[in-house]
């Protein structure tokens, strides 16, 4: 086998926080390489050295067997080196093609940007992800998951001899992602190297031919995946046991607190069901099925065109975020970066915004005091790996800046909680102390939503599972109903009706 990138003895630190200890990591010709660990481990800042947007303090990079130092991300571009990120680095306000081409615009002898190729291009590399985008629709007007996908048909177009994909499935339906790693599979046979950063530990016995473990800045385990088991690789990511994966507890539902009849909104058509308090209310589907849709126009975020919502029996108006706030609900966003955090404010800031109502005083002054120690209990409670209460958001790793865009929304105390895509990004350790939230939340009386395109996650933890497709309610199953193939069906029978339609 041949190494296209070596790393030897790495090291890194901000200030006098160690972040990787002496790291060794080798990529393969033809071989996909698995970096697992859990948030806060070093995965982000391990590839943004190899990336050239950190210089490493100590060791060794070579490419291709000769030593490297990148100063820029440019050169590590240029040295075909590309890198899909896990939080989107798109420009809304650009056209797909312009994005997908930014900084390597193909010209003509006069300098002129040619257009035409452009589109060509475009067209071609998001054909190899079977998408049918056209390439000037402006970026922001996509869904999450197509952008997921412009993304990757970037990093494809530069053609590089290594590719560094970092949770490129998080905002993928089970279809798309299939359609990845029927590409990565090309990729391999091309003799590409590929890096696979993943919280779903299926993936990675699925499509990966190494693996390799950070864990606080230590790279504790590099080798085959077929020697080692999942049990195996998650006492090596957190360094103990973990057992049972979804720390489902029964529900013990009381009254009803939402109740939605005939609801219509943007992507909502004519839906109506009713949650309990104590209870985790589960929604499947595919991405545009209208789940997220639902959830803003719970919230306020989209205001309902007809239809009523009804918590605790008294009908409610909800025309915006701060309607559904002062009604006692709160919302995580599956987009914690564009929507659910202040990427440049700092970690106190973002965590009591949507409670300071409850540290303002009659003067209209902020009681810093209260605000501080609110924020420092929510810290504690959700582990969350920090330098300080005042920290910039935007230096967080992703799963921890998850836990914040969670712990945001039950500062306000809700009643109500709609999760969108909670355990994006989050790794199994994470994860388990999330669900294991949840289930404090549902014993606290909180009637929970969650949205979530990962099926074994809202079946192991959902009380009940509401099945949408095209807008609709398609299907609606109680826990030990449920199965894989039954809530399938029902996500496709709203495109059925759609098509025939």
Sequence with gaps: ????????????????????????????????????????????????????????????????????????????????????????????????????FLGREPVDRMGRIRWSEIERETRHWLGTLQQQID??????????????????????????????????????????????????????????????????????????????????????HQGPVSEIDEDGLIRHMVGRELSDQYPYVPAEPADIRLKVDHLVAPGVRDVSFEARAG??????????????????????????????????????QLRSPRDGVSAGIGYVTEDRKLEGLIQAHGLRQNLSLSGLFRFTNTTGHIDKRAERAEVTRYINAFSVKTHGIDAVISQLSG?????????????????????????????????????????????????????????PELMGISDRILVMSNGLLTGSFARDEADQEAIMRCTVAGLEEARVG
């Design 135 to 220: 390439p000037w629709t402006e970026t922001g007007k996509l869904s999450i998951a197509q952008q997921q996908m412009v993304e990757i048909a970037r990093a494809l177009s530069m053609q590089a001899e290594i590719i560094i994909m970092d949770e490129p499935t998080d905002a993928l339906t089970d279809i798309e992602t299939q359609i990845l790693f029927d590409v990565v599979e090309k990729l391999r046979g091309e003799g590409k190297g590929l890096v696979f950063i993943s919280h779903r530990l299926g993936e990675i016995f699925r499509m990966c031919d190494d693996v390799a473990v950070l864990r606080d800045g230590n790279m504790v």
């Design 1 to 100: 086998m041949t190494a296209l990138l070596e790393l030897e003895g790495v090291d890194k630190a901000f200030g006098t926080v160690r972040v990787l200890r002496g790291v060794d990591f080798t990529v393969q010709a033809g071989r996909v390489v698995a970096l697992a660990g859990e948030n806060g481990a070093g995965k982000s800042t391990l590839m943004k050295i190899i990336t050239g947007i950190y210089h490493r303090d100590a060791g060794e990079m070579r490419l291709r067997g000769k030593e490297v130092q990148f100063t820029t991300a440019r050169q590590s571009m240029d040295a075909g080196i590309a890198m899909i990120h896990q939080e989107l680095n798109l420009l809304p306000a650009l056209s797909v093609g312009e994005n997908i």
């Design 279 to 316: 209870e985790v209310v589960g929604f499947a589907g595919l991405v545009g099925a209208g789940r997220t849709e639902l959830g803003k126009a719970i919230y306020g975020a989209n205001p309902a065109q007809s239809g009523s919502i009804e918590i605790d029996g008294q009908p409610t």
């Design 399 to 455: 799963g921890n800046q998850q836990k914040v865009s969670i712990a945001k929304s039950l500062v306000a105390q809700p009643r109500i909680l709609i999760l969108d895509e909670p355990t994006r990004g989050v790794d199994v350790g994470a994860k388990r102390e999330i669900y294991q939230l949840i289930n404090e939340l549902k014993a606290e009386g909180l009637c929970i939503l969650l949205l979530s395109s990962d099926m």
